[in-house]
T-cell receptor
Framework: GAVVSQHPSRVICKSGTSVKIECRSL??????MFWYRQFPKQSLMLMAT?????????EQGVEKDKFLINHASLTLSTLTVTSAHPEDSSFYIC?????????????FGSGTRLTVV | EDQVTQSPEALRLQEGESSSLNCSYT??????LFWYRQDPGKGPEFLFT???AGEEKEKERLKATLTKKESFLHITAPKPEDSATYLC???????????FGTGTRLKVLA
């Protein structure tokens, strides 16, 4: 089945530094990738939608200069949290929509636990 | 405004005690409804897609159904390994974004 690899699974960084999270579709090409943030015991909150070769579309209230998204190929999207602060600590998850859609929903990565100290 | 609501928020069952989880939606033009399972510290794992009222899908102890206003995830004779958060999401005409419900945290006791 479709697999999305997300790295790193856990990262601890110092306040003020930047962190990059990678999301790769391993056995399919993804027209669109989605980035979510999830707080404890809450559902997934969509941050942005990225399409290969174009600028990401951010949800209302998400700072595009803080959460930089790049979707340079049909198999790779990255999320960079710039100048991270403790309030950015969260669980970040990506998902990928295959070219042509597909009937089985979107595949999610395993998530990245970001802790900013 | 498009909205997805799940109930109950949390559910504790004894092993073998069947039950149902509810996902109610108010959207303009349903494209598809999706059920996912999420274990702690992991990404959601796909379970089912439903597209039209009356549709049903089954997988092991799980069965998903869809009406024009809601979907049910029926769990028959659950086992402790079924403990997880179950998420419902919809897509609507004109967008491929998921609108997620708040989830149901299921705990099955041995």
């Amino acid at each position: 089945g479709a697999v999305v690899s997300q790295h790193p699974s856990r990262v601890i960084c110092k306040s003020g530094t930047s962190v990059k999270i990678e999301c790769r579709s391993l056995d399919f090409q993804a027209t669109t990738m989605f980035w979510y943030r999830q707080f404890p015991k809450q559902s997934l909150m969509l941050m942005a939608t990225s399409n290969e070769g174009s600028k990401a579309t951010y949800e209302q209230g998400v700072e595009k200069d803080k959460f930089l998204i790049n979707h340079a190929s049909l198999t790779l999207s990255t999320l960079t949290v710039t100048s991270a602060h403790p309030e950015d600590s969260s669980f970040y998850i990506c998902s990928a929509r295959p070219v042509g859609g597909g009937p089985d929903g979107y595949t999610f990565g395993s998530g990245t636990r970001l802790t900013v100290v | 405004e498009d909205q997805v609501t799940q109930s109950p928020e949390a559910l504790r069952l004894q092993e073998g005690e069947s039950s149902s989880l509810n996902c109610s939606y108010t959207v303009s033009g349903l494209r598809g409804l999706f059920w996912y399972r999420q274990d702690p510290g992991k990404g959601p794992e796909f379970l089912f897609t439903l597209y039209s009222a009356g549709e049903e899908k089954e997988k092991e102890r799980l069965k998903a159904t869809l009406t024009k206003k809601e979907s049910f995830l029926h769990i028959t004779a659950p086992k402790p390994e079924d403990s997880a958060t179950y998420l419902c999401a919809v897509t609507t005409s004109g967008t491929y974004k998921y609108i997620f419900g708040t989830g149901t945290r299921l705990k099955v006791l041995a």
